[in-house]
């Protein structure tokens, strides 16, 4: 049956953001040709939210990126520490939540959540 799920990111310099990933992020990843990175992500989970009007119209779901951590304040300054802009940090019912910008100027998701995680399930 279903044995994966696979994640596109757009970005308008996919070359700088594939070496983020790779340098700044250490993803282990594939190389399927000419430089072309797959990624492998760390244990993963889905949450399905409701659509606003305007993505109601469209036909494509649409999706957003959040990468996980135990410690936001410890990732951050990491990152930090490896020259990443990070977004101040913003405290939710669910977690506490940044950015990542990624050298396209696109941003990642981060945040360490506070509610239960399926990402530990079998």
């Not at 990843?29 to 889905?46: N, Q, R, T």
């Not at 913003?90 to 945040?111: D, K, M, N, Q």
């Amino acid at each position: 049956m279903i044995n994966g799920a696979h994640l596109l990111l757009y970005s308008t310099d996919a070359d700088a953001d594939r070496a983020f990933i790779k340098d700044v992020l250490q993803f282990a990843h594939v190389d399927v040709g000419g430089g072309w990175l797959i990624f492998k992500l760390p244990p993963s989970e889905l949450a399905v939210h409701p659509a606003d009007e305007a993505a109601e119209s469209s036909v494509s779901i649409q999706a957003e990126l959040y990468l996980m951590c135990d410690d936001i304040e410890a990732t951050v300054t990491a990152l930090q520490g490896k020259r990443v802009e990070c977004a101040p940090r913003v405290t939710e019912r669910w977690g506490i939540r940044t950015a990542v910008t990624l050298p396209s100027g696109g941003h990642l998701g981060l945040y360490q959540p506070t509610h239960p995680t399926a990402t530990t399930m079998t």
